[in-house]
């Protein structure tokens, strides 16, 4: 089949070496304009820019696609279906209606839980007991499109957002790879996506990511689980007469209880407004990631509680 496909993160990847290995002409990458990034601000390509140049794939990044000229570039290129994967704009109703056999999304969630930027971190923040990926038709609704072929994924207690994230890059490529197969016969099937029960993913704000202990032990176990390792759950303690921001991307679930903020025990458990958290693994500012007895060995006397 022709494919365009459409994508831009490292989670995009493994999707498009699918597609190439099973054989169909990729006849075009759109993905995000290179950024400046670095010391020396130099501008770095997408890791679906550099995966797409590798296989030797033209590559397109617009602004936008919004506009006339760049809808006829679009549909100039005669695919039979676009894939799109973490793309990042906006497809008008144009762009989704070229390829003959529309845009196809790889979506992160049990649809129409989860619509939105966030559903892998949302999901673990609110404590979810499973999730999902889908193949979804896209239609110009927010993550509102009719449902394909869909894997259902448990969420462990103690699982982090980077590893819900890394089985779903892995699961998402071999799904979409059996979806075109089976478009390719003529037996993809797509159920309509009700409303009912319909959740927002919104984008993660910067605000959020500050720990507030007090909340439940287990409301502060979610957070620090759903932001790690990025952008990270954290909280600040007074080390060495200085306020040192720490970022928590392991904790469980621990008996305890005191203050809101109070440290117990072991320096590492923390109070909530009701149990505790221990902290397995945090990140100094300006340091690596490390378990909770080398960070304990270094920091010098511990406050009381948190900042």
Not at 30 to 44: C, D, L, V, W
Not at 57 to 84: N, W, Y
Not at 228 to 249: C, D, H, N, Y
Request: overall charge negative.
């Amino acid at each position: 089949m022709r494919v365009v496909f459409m994508g831009t993160p490292e989670f995009s990847v493994p999707t498009l070496t699918e597609i190439v290995s099973a054989g169909h002409d990729v006849v075009a990458v759109y993905t995000r304009a290179p950024k400046p990034a670095g010391r020396g601000q130099a501008e770095r390509k997408s890791p679906v820019h550099e995966a797409a140049e590798a296989f030797g794939i033209p590559v397109f990044t617009p602004r936008s696609l919004k506009g006339a000229e760049e809808q006829a570039v679009f549909a100039s290129l005669g695919a039979d279906v676009a894939v799109v994967v973490a793309y990042g704009l906006l497809l008008p109703a144009p762009i989704l209606d070229a390829p003959e056999y529309g845009c196809l999304n790889l979506h992160g969630s049990l649809l129409p839980r989860w619509r939105g930027a966030a559903p892998i971190q949302r999901a673990i923040m609110a404590g979810d007991k499973q999730t999902g990926i889908v193949v979804m038709k896209m239609d110009e609704g927010l993550d509102t499109g009719a449902m394909g072929p869909t894997e259902i994924i448990p969420i462990g207690p103690d699982m982090i957002a980077g590893e819900l994230h890394d089985q779903m890059m892995r699961l998402g490529a071999d799904l979409m790879g059996r979806a075109l197969a089976a478009l390719e016969r003529g037996s993809l099937d797509f159920t309509p996506q009700p409303d009912d029960g319909a959740t927002y993913a919104a984008k993660i704000d910067k605000a959020e990511a500050h720990i507030d202990f007090s909340q439940s032990a287990e409301q502060v176990h979610n957070l620090i689980r759903g932001l790690s390792p990025f952008p990270g759950a954290w909280f600040e303690l007074e080390l060495g007469g200085k306020t040192v921001r720490i970022k928590a991307l392991r904790s469980a679930l621990v008996e305890g209880s005191g203050e809101p903020g109070a440290l117990l025990g072991d320096g590492l458990t923390i109070a909530c407004g009701t149990g505790a958290v221990r902290l397995v693994q945090v990140q100094r500012e300006g340091k690596g990631a490390m378990d909770a007895a080398t960070f304990l060995r270094g920091a010098g006397p511990l406050p009381a509680k948190t900042v």
